[in-house]
């Protein structure tokens, strides 16, 4: 019996082939779709689940407070007295193990590199998270100052084959460590990923920072703390304990206790990559919203995919009334009957869900580089991904086979042969439904991606208060002062050279300040109580970048008191300290942390940091040891041989040291790189979407046309035109596209405003993108439907007639 059930669904398939490759692709395209989008949000669920202790490791995050009790800065590290005084209070914290992030210039024989993703770390870094040691003892490995470790491509890297234990290697020209052993990196699901470790007792030595810095430096919070709680600890009831904790050991300054300022907050280590927006973090972390949103793009899609699979398997069960009917009078059971609908159903899914697994094996690397993610296909051999995958089989095969299966067998004959269960079965109402609900998540799809395009073009055309273009980026380090000069004049030289400025940090990143960084202002000095951020300059860093001025003047080398008592602040820090006018704060007193002096000048607001910030209040001030980055702006005439004189000079004054340099608006790019990303997602997937809802709509044309033959040969002997008979097909169809247009924009309009939120600058939502969406929506569905309409209306009348 199996087998005949086996050979009757396969004729049927031959047999109706357009409407059995319209179900087959339909389903596999959007199983296709789901699969990879749920390995996509697989592994965003899966960082530092790796470590064998991972539910009890917590990262220790400080936050301050101004005085009117609102947060101004959230950072995910903190001072290095706060590891062992938690470890001395609190007997739940089994281990504290503190990390700094470094980088260093590594030197090796005639190898030399600039290396990132070194790490300072206490020796019992062990004992918290699960490194992979290759080689050398991980209980001593970071005892004794002076020890790196190297991860197993590092190693490679700068001792090929040979086992780097025991060998020594220059850092920064000054500092010769011991490789006490190698370690197997970080898998790709991590929030940090250290290429080198190397010992925390090495920041003991005054030459790198000191122990007395270490034990008394609350305002450097630039320190990972990790902690290892004892099984059973509630996080909550710990942080509720770090008020009293902060009051107890820190300094009582700002005029009260150190808890009414800064707040310690605990964050398990596996939300750290999903959950903690913070102003400093290691990397880049991902974003809850957007594994809810790829989840709930995924199920869209496939239920999209579904809906037309059970739309067109039900719309064609109709045809195979007469069949039903002679089945029964020949003897077969509602049973047989029914067993052989759902059986046909199921090996049409089958051949679908075998399709779909191969179209994944095909576009996996193209996801895996678009997203700079390492998918694997062998995660969906895993247990959930195949039960996943056998559910999906079966729910959508019963779900499309049932109702013919249950609806088509429970008629008598009689009704059958008379075709009275025919005609009540073409316009089905859960048809419409369906063709309503798959348009209605297709048009939703094209709606968000026209916003989130028109808020990345908002982005790239925002007038940014400063010229980012053609600014080339140099981390020469502060240890250039004495020769800096020089290496500006000769960089000047060149005719592709505007100007040459330095800074603490650049634009793109985020500013900073800490908590001893205490405002005063006016000729009494009293408190300011605002929080204002730090930028630390030099004399050319505003012309460089081409910054204006409201107020005042630019810091100059002919005013010697520039150099410790000129501030320059922007025109937000000047309405927040309470001056309508910016020329009101020229000349007035200003003092930031233990500096004093007056404001010199005040320039016009720029973005320093992401549009999804509003403008920082900024004070910027002259600290030649602070100035790690060096912009040079270039003019866009001839790049090329401003480049080739850039890196020259560059490695004329550093010939040990390796010449690298970026574009300014290559970083300010990655800022966005998320929102990037969404576009393309949702351009892809809101195509995708109406590509399925299109070969539904495809096949229900054609299934209507079919069952409409003879009334079209009739009309069109009467006189109907090709138009009158295309007509006459469309216009039910296009109701239900107008129905879901309707049903979609508010929908859309409400998802895609809590999305521009993000934004502290963001486009308005404009009526004509619901209007092109539905234009669109329309266009598409009135040419896959005229497709067969027209192809119905010139048929030959004579064989229309006689088709029945």
């Known amino acids: 019996m199996i087998k005949n059930y086996f050979k009757i669904a396969l004729r049927n398939l031959v047999k109706h082939k357009a409407f059995s490759f ?31 202790n991972a539910d009890q490791i917590y990262r220790l995050s400080r936050t301050f407070l101004s005085k009117d009790g609102t947060e101004s800065l959230r950072l995910g590290h903190a001072a290095p007295p706060f590891g062992p005084l938690v470890k001395q209070d609190f007997p739940e914290v089994e281990e504290v193990v503190r990390l700094l992030e470094t980088s260093w210039l590594v030197r090796h024989g005639d190898k030399v590199f600039n290396e990132e993703n070194a790490f300072m770390a206490e020796a019992n870094v062990f004992k918290v998270f699960s490194f992979n040691v290759l080689s050398g003892n991980p209980d001593k490995a970071l005892e004794n100052p002076f020890s ?49 470790l190397l010992s925390f007792s090495t920041l003991n030595d005054e030459r790198v920072y000191g122990a007395e810095r270490l034990r008394t430096n609350w305002g450097n919070n630039s320190f990972s703390t990790f902690l290892l709680l004892a099984k059973g600890t509630d996080p909550q009831k710990l942080e509720a304990a770090f008020p009293a904790f ?99 159903s199921l090996l049409l899914v089958t051949v ?23 998918l694997s296909f062998g995660v969906l051999l895993d247990p959930v991904f195949l039960a996943i995958i056998l559910a999906i089989t079966l729910l959508t095969g019963l779900a499309a086979g049932s109702y013919p299966a249950f609806f088509l067998t429970s008629f008598q004959p009689t009704s059958v042969l008379k075709g009275k269960v025919a005609s009540a079965m073409r316009n089905g109402k859960l048809r419409q ?46 240890d250039t002062s004495t020769n800096y000069e020089t290496i500006r004049q000769e960089l000047m030289q060149s005719s592709g050279v505007i100007e040459v400025g330095r800074s603490s940090r650049i634009p793109s990143g985020r500013l900073l300040d800490s908590w001893d960084a205490y405002v005063t202002k006016g000729d009494s000095m009293a408190p300011a109580d605002i ?19 409201a107020a005042g003047r630019n810091f100059s080398r002919q005013f010697t008191t520039d150099d410790s008592a000129g501030f320059i602040l922007n025109e937000t820090a ?66 090329q041989q401003a480049l080739s004189h ?29 929102e990037q990303t969404q576009q393309v997602l949702f351009g892809v997937f809101a195509g995708i979407a109406i590509f399925i809802s299109c070969l539904g709509l495809l096949g229900l044309s054609m299934f209507m046309a079919e069952q409409r033959t003879k009334e079209i040969g009739v009309r069109k002997v009467l006189g109907a035109s090709v138009g009158n008979v295309v007509t006459l097909l469309s216009k039910d169809f296009l109701k239900l596209v107008l129905i879901a247009i309707v049903i979609a924009s508010p929908i859309a309009w409400y998802a895609m405003d809590k999305w521009l939120e993000d934004f502290a600058y963001r486009t308005d939502i404009q009526w004509w993108v619901f209007a092109l969406a539905g234009i669109v929506a329309i266009l598409i569905a009135l040419f896959t439907i005229s497709f067969q309409a027209v192809k119905a209306a010139l048929m030959n009348p004579v064989k229309s007639l006689r088709s029945e």
């Open 531 to 549: 929080g204002i951020k730090a930028l630390t300059v030099d004399h050319d860093f505003i012309p460089a970048y081409q910054i204006q001025m």
């Open 574 to 639: 000047v309405k927040m300290l309470g001056w309508k006018d910016p020329n009101e704060a020229v000349g007035k007193g200003f003092g930031y942390g233990r500096d004093r002096g007056q404001i010199i000048g005040v320039t016009k607001d720029y973005h320093f940091e992401s549009l999804h910030q509003t403008v920082a209040p900024i004070a910027l001030f002259l600290e030649p040891q602070r100035l790690n980055w060096t912009s040079v702006h270039i003019s866009g005439g001839n790049v």
């Open 352 to 374: 679908s869900v075998i399709l779909a697994l191969g179209l994944v094996v095909l576009f996996l690397p193209i996801l895996n580089e678009f997203t700079q993610k390492q």
């Open 148 to 196: 790196i470790m190297f991860s197993r491509p590092m190693a490679e890297k700068y001792f090929g084959k040979e086992n780097p234990v025991g060998k020594t290697i220059r850092l920064d020209n000054q500092f010769d460590f011991t490789v006490t052993g190698v370690f197997e990196p970080f898998p790709a699901q991590s929030h940090f990923h250290p290429e080198f």
């Open 22 to 52: 319209i179900n087959i692709i339909g389903v596999a395209i959007g199983l296709a779709c789901f699969l990879l989008l749920a390995l996509y949000v697989k592994d965003e669920l899966s960082y530092d689940r790796h470590h064998a």
């Open 246 to 344: 902060q009051d107890r050991h820190l300094p009582q300054d700002n005029g009260g206790k150190a808890s009414s300022y800064s707040v310690l907050n605990l964050m398990k280590l596996t939300d750290i990559h999903l959950h903690s927006q913070l102003d400093s973090e290691i990397e880049a972390n991902g974003d809850i919203k957007y594994v809810y949103l790829f989840s709930a793009i995924a199920l869209f899609i496939l239920l999209i995919a579904c809906i037309n699979y059970m739309n067109l398997a039900t719309a064609r069960s109709s045809s195979r009334a007469k069949e039903v009917g002679m089945r029964k009078v020949v003897g077969a059971v509602r049973n047989q009957l029914m067993s052989q609908f759902l059986s046909e």
């Open 433 to 478: 439904t369906l063709v309503v609900a798959q348009f209605a998540i297709a048009v939703a799809l094209i709606i968000s991606t026209a916003v989130v395009y028109n808020q990345m073009r908002y982005i790239q055309d925002y007038k940014l208060g400063y010229s980012k273009d053609q600014m080339v980026l140099l981390r020469m380090g502060n």
């Open 646 to 674: 850039i890196e020259a000079t560059w490695k004329k004054h550093f010939p040990d040291r390796p010449y690298s340099y970026e574009f300014l608006d290559q970083r300010f790019g990655r800022l966005y790189a998320r």
